[in-house]
Structures are given as structure tokens and as C-alpha cells.
């Protein structure tokens, strides 16, 4: 898979029916590219612009069947369009001579005036003297005469958005610049060296300012850790399975014959018999070295009874820092799995399943501090990047600091060596906003990134709400579609649809990485009990490679569409 941000979700999610429908939005002087269906009398004919028909009047003589560049000389009920024609001579333009269209409308032929005409064509975008003089006027200033250049005014026309330097930099930053969380980490050591040295009052308060900022966003971005791993909903439901196992042994022996790896008749005096007699079977050297016990106490280990074992053994299961306490708990376990007598048939399959899935058979876990961190990373992130900066002075909102307030205050007095990574990052906070929302009909969609430091692991996560808007102004939550990307340690890039009907949902997942049926087997009950208390109710959950896809597209239909988004990653 290529490297994607906004590119992948936000990108390639607009419809093209919804595209090719902007053409119908003609305006007197705009030209474009079109094909003669058929023709009717009175000078009418019907021609194809893209994928839309359109009846309109013409005021030249053409055939059928072939095309011709046609401008807009009237746009009330039936549109005018005349053929385009060179300057000396009234013979019309067939399609694909561009140095007689730039002529025609006046234009010097060169680089850019030909790749803005050319994009024009192949978008199928109407287009008018001015596009052509203020894209190619870009193209040249940027030094963008290439794909990245046509990729960017792509997305600009189809969003309505002014072709100006300031747009054309924000978008351009938002599609094609490096991921998030680089560009954050970078500017954040870039400013992290300046500030060690000395300099003059204004420079220093403005990064100090800057700053700020930068460091409250990374770390309201930051997963929190626990002794130095990554707090998780597995590591949380281990030390909560041991505090109610300390409260009372007997937690431990039911929540193991739910699992059906205890067989249901065992009573716990046998279970921690069991339990004492395995543990005190293995070496000495090797019981010091799980549970963090010294030798003395070992010899004392073999006196006690079985309850006061197994309150020994799991108090110091408690006091392990980080993931040791979990990896000891899973040895402990792996000893257990030779026992005979209180084990069921399948314990050897399932009790692996049941570690591995913790968090579904643990009661009480912190849904504040674990399952709601994303969420609050979700609202944090626009608030204090900038993201509603301009629509807060609109509204003459109070604002509290951002990020973009930060750097519009302060670019001028930063240090130069910082201050192009500083207006880099602004151009990617203004092109986030630019391309944040779009409307295609009574369809909405808006798309949101985040940066994700996750322990060692830093990606951006992207993410598209789509569907109908309601009275609120809010996202219909019955029928929707909701669009994640991201970039994870083990499985690389994956795109999750989960898709909303009559509050049934259907989750699809795109990677390219074999299956993990086991996995998904396991964390399906999980999942569904989610939903379930926030009132929707599961449907199904499919793994899709797209590369597979794609063959299979390529061997069996020129092309399967996939409303939406574009899975071509």
C-alpha cells in the first residue's frame, strides 16, 4: 500500500456522480469538452459532458458522434453553447488540439497553460480563461508542474475552494505533506533547539508561545502509559481480574469455568490445591525469577495453605510493573495447562483465547480512562489545533489558545530557521479545515485527522462521517457511514468501514495482511456488547484484502465501484 492521509479517506471519497454533477453548473464564457449524442431541430442537440446528458441550443454546424470544445454563451432554461473555434478560421475545434483552444482563448501556449487545460479535460471540469491564467500562474510559482500540482487543483475545484497562493498551499499541505505526527514531532525538536540558545526577548516569547501549544497537543495526543508501556484494555483487565481474585478466590475459579476451561463441578479447594501443588512442582530458581520472590520465602511456600499461597502469589502478581505481571500470570497458566483432573476438554485452545481476551470476561474496567481516551482525543485535537478559529471570531466566540492563533501571532517574530516549518504546519491546520466538510446533495461528509502517540507507536488516524444531515444539523446516527484510517504496528495500513442502517451496523475491514479469523472469533461477543448498550445492534464483520479485490476487478468486470470510498490504496 502507498502512504495515505487525507488522500485515502477524504480524497478519493468524493463521488464521482456527484463530481461529474458540478458540470451541469454552467456559467456564460466557461468551456468544456463534449461529445454529440444526437442531433434535433431547431439547432438543438443533445451531447454527453462526462457521465451527464445535457439538451442544449448550438450555434454551429457539427456531426454526430464527435467532439468538440464548447463555450457557454447562454445559461437560462435550454443552455447556448457555441463551438469553439481557432481565431483565423471558422472551422471548429476537434477535442485533444490544445495549442487551438489556448489560442482561441487567447493564451500563450506553454507548460502550464497545457497541463490546466489537460486537467480540465480529463476531470471533465468546465473551464474559463481566468481558471487557466491563475492555475498555471501556481503551477509556476509552486514549481508544481506535475501530478501533485493537477492532484491538488482537482480537489480544490471540486470544493469550491478560491484558487489563491494561501488555498492552494493549505490544500497542497493536506494532501501531499508528510504524515502528521512526523511533522508535529520535527517542529517540535526544531523549536526544542532554538530555544536553547540565546536570543533576542521577542524571538524567545514567541516560541516559548508557540511551544506551548505544540507540547499541549502532543501530549492531549498521547495514549497514557502505565511504567512505561502503553496503558491497554488487556493490561487493565489483568490488574483488575487480580484485585477481585485477591478479594475472593473464588472470582478467579468462575470466570475460568465460564470460559468453559475449568470443568463446572470443580470446588475451589480442589482448584487451589491444584494450583500450589503445579507452581511448587517447578524449580525454585525459576519461581523466584516469574513471581519475584526470594529464595527464603520460596521454603516458606511449600508450609503455607492453599488459599495463603494463592493470596502470596497473586499479591505479587500485583506489585509487577508494567506487562511482567501479565506475562507471569500467562506462565503460570502455561504450567496449570499439565494439570489433569480440573481442566474441560477444550482448555488447552481456550484458556490461550481467554488471556488473549481479557477485557471481555473482566467486569468493571475504567471506560473513562480507556475507552473514552480517543474519544477525548477526537475533541481535543480540533479545539486546540485552530480548527474552529475562524468560525469563533465569526460568532465573537471567546477563544481559547491554539495552535493557529499561536503562529498567526507569532510567525514574524520566529526565528528563521524554525519559521518555515512553522507556516508548513499552519498551511496543514488551514488545509485540514478547507477540506473538512463537503455536501454532495443530501449528502454530507466530514473528515478529521488526528495524530495518534500511541507507546512507541505514532500514525495519523483519519476518520469520515457520512450521511444525512438532520433537523439538529447533526450527522443522521441511524443511517450513516463512518470511515476509519490508520496506520498499525503489526497489521501496516487499514481502512475500517462501519456502515449504519436502522441502527444495524456492518463492519468492513481493508488490509492486506492475511485474515486473523481467531482474533475476529474472539472480540466479535466483545463488540457487540458494545453496541448493544449504546442501543445499535450488530450485524456482521468482514475482512477484505484489496488487492484481492482489485484482481478480482481487473479478471471479472472493468470496474466494480465502491460508494464511498476508493479502497485502491
Not at 453553447?81 to 481557432?86: D, M
Not at 517447578?282 to 493470596?311: A, Y
Not at 502469589?313 to 502455561?334: C, D, I, N, P, W
Not at 465573537?396 to 528563521?416: G, I, V
Request: glycine content about 4%.
Amino acid at each position: 500500500m502507498e502512504r495515505t492521509s487525507f488522500q485515502t479517506i477524504n480524497a478519493t471519497s468524493v463521488h464521482r456522480s456527484a463530481a461529474q454533477a458540478k458540470l451541469l453548473q454552467l456559467k456564460p464564457g466557461q468551456i468544456f469538452e463534449g461529445k454529440v449524442l444526437k442531433l434535433y431541430p431547431n439547432q438543438t442537440a443533445s451531447l454527453r459532458l462526462g457521465t451527464m446528458h445535457v439538451i442544449a441550443r448550438l450555434q454551429a454546424a457539427i456531426s454526430v458522434g464527435e467532439k468538440y470544445f464548447f463555450q457557454v454563451t447562454k445559461n437560462e432554461g435550454v443552455p447556448h453553447l457555441k463551438v469553439l473555434e481557432t481565431p483565423r478560421n471558422t472551422v471548429p475545434i476537434p477535442a485533444q488540439t490544445t495549442n487551438d483552444v489556448l489560442k482561441a482563448m487567447d493564451l500563450p501556449f506553454n507548460k502550464a497553460n497545457e497541463m490546466m487545460l489537460q486537467l480540465f479535460q480529463k476531470e471533465q471540469i468546465p473551464f474559463s480563461k481566468e481558471m487557466i491564467q491563475q492555475g498555471g500562474a501556481l503551477l509556476k510559482r509552486f514549481q508544481l508542474m506535475n501530478e501533485e500540482g493537477v492532484r491538488v487543483f482537482t480537489h480544490m475545484y471540486h470544493r469550491n475552494i478560491p484558487f489563491t497562493e494561501r488555498t492552494f498551499q493549505a490544500v497542497r499541505a493536506a494532501l501531499t505533506g508528510p504524515p502528521l505526527v512526523e511533522q508535529l514531532k520535527q517542529f517540535e525538536q526544531q523549536l526544542m533547539n532554538e530555544s536553547a540558545k540565546a536570543l533576542p526577548m521577542k524571538q524567545s516569547e514567541a516560541l516559548k508561545s508557540v511551544q506551548h501549544m505544540l507540547t499541549t497537543i502532543i501530549q492531549s495526543s498521547t495514549i497514557p502509559k502505565e511504567n512505561g508501556q502503553p496503558s491497554s484494555p488487556q493490561l487493565e483487565a489483568f490488574h483488575r481480574l487480580i484485585q477481585r481474585s485477591l478479594e475472593n478466590p473464588l472470582y478467579l475459579l468462575r470466570t475460568l469455568q465460564q470460559a468453559n476451561i475449568v470443568k463446572g463441578d470443580i470446588h475451589l479447594s480442589e482448584f487451589l490445591t491444584t494450583l500450589q501443588q503445579t507452581v511448587l512442582s517447578q524449580e525454585h530458581t525459576t519461581i523466584m525469577d516469574l513471581f519475584s520472590i526470594k529464595e527464603g520465602n520460596v521454603r516458606l511456600l511449600h508450609e503455607q495453605q492453599p488459599e495463603t499461597f494463592f493470596r502470596t502469589l497473586f499479591t505479587s502478581l500485583s506489585t509487577m510493573e508494567g506487562r511482567k505481571g501479565l506475562e507471569s500470570f500467562q506462565r503460570l497458566f502455561a504450567w496449570l495447562g499439565s494439570a489433569r483432573g480440573i481442566w474441560t476438554s477444550q482448555s488447552a485452545s481456550s484458556l490461550q483465547q481467554w488471556i488473549a481476551t481479557l477485557p471481555t470476561h473482566v467486569e468493571g474496567l475504567s471506560s473513562d480512562e480507556n475507552a473514552n481516551a480517543f474519544l477525548r482525543l477526537l475533541k481535543n485535537f480540533p479545539q486546540l489545533s485552530g480548527f474552529f478559529h475562524e468560525k469563533n471570531i465569526f460568532e465573537h466566540h471567546m477563544q481559547q489558545r491554539t495552535l493557529k492563533m499561536s503562529l498567526l501571532e507569532k510567525l514574524p517574530y520566529l526565528p528563521s530557521k524554525v519559521r518555515e516549518q512553522a507556516e508548513t504546519v499552519l498551511h496543514r491546520v488551514t488545509g485540514a479545515q478547507l477540506l473538512a466538510e463537503e455536501q454532495h446533495g443530501w449528502l454530507h461528509q466530514t473528515t478529521i485527522q488526528v495524530p495518534l502517540f500511541f507507546g512507541g507507536h505514532q500514525t495519523d488516524v483519519t476518520i469520515q462521517w457520512e450521511g444525512r444531515k438532520t433537523k439538529t444539523n447533526h450527522i443522521d446516527p441511524d443511517h450513516c457511514r463512518i470511515l476509519f484510517y490508520l496506520e498499525m504496528a503489526h497489521f501496516g495500513e487499514m481502512v475500517t468501514d462501519v456502515h449504519i442502517q436502522q441502527r444495524m451496523v456492518t463492519v468492513t475491514i481493508f488490509n492486506e495482511k492475511e485474515e486473523p479469523k481467531a482474533i475476529i472469533a474472539m472480540w466479535r461477543p466483545y463488540l457487540q456488547k458494545q453496541l448493544e448498550k449504546l442501543h445499535y445492534q450488530f450485524n456482521a464483520l468482514y475482512w477484505k484484502n484489496p488487492t484481492t479485490m482489485k484482481r478480482a476487478d481487473q479478471r471479472d468486470a472493468p470496474h466494480v465501484g465502491y460508494e464511498g470510498v476508493d479502497i485502491r490504496i
